[in-house]
């Protein structure tokens, strides 16, 4: 199985050959629509985020690659890759790593990530200056229910955010030197003992920390909020709820249906979130925002 990147650059009319970014590395030859069941394959590739790093313009992406054998499944985050000529080459970084769904933060030629690692019972947090080559990491004691996200602001060189998951709240942390001091943690999620899911979190290019999440509610209903920053995470604005109504999934066990939720910015620091909703009677993407200034 691979992973393969498409650029376009006229809004999205024409799209350029594939780039192959990831490799099966045990079945490079199998195709992208490989069957994951079949345990001739060995590995698949899950979950790849991409990063820009609008300084550089460099494209980053990372993946969660599971080995498979009869019965055993041993996850691991998979390499960084890069890219310098807009997704055509793409270049292996040396990070592997135990499972998480990483989020990578990438800005002023250095690319982030954080995940759990249960070796140190930690966050740890693994910046590269040099297209992930090497990587310079810290054991951070922070406590989170689940896998923490990174973002880079654009508008500061060695800033970042974490965001953790602890019991119904968001959390957010932030460095201002390249991850060697934190601040204290800052509720992102206000209110509520809903149980907080799938959350994102992203920068504005004009420095505007945003995020969003699905509240979940007894019966297996949830809806859908976010959240701003304008001082980099110090302070959130009041959260907002932009789902209309409830969403009621017809096969709960996939929670939705869906495996993400999303959170970007428009040039004017608006803020807009997707989601898979199933008011309708089937899943859809419904989108909402609202500007944070």
Not at 79 to 97: E, F, N, Y
Request: aromatic letters at 12%; glycine letters at 12%.
């Amino acid at each position: 199985m691979r992973c393969a990147s498409f650029s376009s650059t006229d809004d999205g009319e024409t799209w350029s050959a594939p780039g192959v970014a990831v490799r099966n590395s045990s079945n490079p030859g199998a195709g992208l629509l490989a069957d994951v069941r079949d345990v001739r394959l060995k590995e698949y590739i899950d979950r790849y985020w991409i990063a820009i790093d609008d300084s550089t313009g460099t494209l980053y992406i990372t993946s969660v690659q599971t080995w498979l054998t009869p019965g055993v499944t041993s996850p691991r985050i998979g390499p960084i890759v890069s890219s310098h000529d807009g997704g055509r080459t793409w270049s292996d970084s040396s990070l592997a790593a135990p499972v998480g769904s990483p989020h990578l933060g990438a800005a002023f030629g250095t690319v982030a990530v954080a995940y759990e690692d249960a070796g140190c019972s930690c966050v740890v947090f693994a910046r590269s200056g040099d297209d992930g080559r090497t990587f310079v990491r810290r054991n951070l004691r922070f406590d989170t229910d689940a896998s923490p996200q990174v973002v880079a602001d654009p508008t500061r060189e060695g800033r970042f955010a974490v965001m953790t998951l602890v019991g119904t709240r968001l959390q957010s942390r932030t460095t201002n030197d390249f991850g060697r001091t934190w601040s204290a943690p800052t509720v992102i999620s206000q209110g509520g003992t809903a149980t907080r899911f799938k959350p994102w979190i992203s920068y504005s290019r004009g420095g505007v920390l945003g995020a969003g999440w699905r509240n979940g509610y007894p019966g297996g209903s949830y809806d859908f909020w976010a959240a701003a920053s304008l001082d980099g995470g110090v302070t959130w604005q009041k959260a907002r709820r932009l789902s209309t109504v409830r969403s009621l999934p017809q096969t709960p066990i996939w929670v939705g249906g869906d495996d993400t939720s999303d959170v970007q910015f428009g040039p004017d620091d608006t803020l807009y979130a997707s989601w898979g909703d199933w008011r309708t009677g089937d899943l859809d993407i419904f989108w909402a925002g609202f500007p944070t200034r």
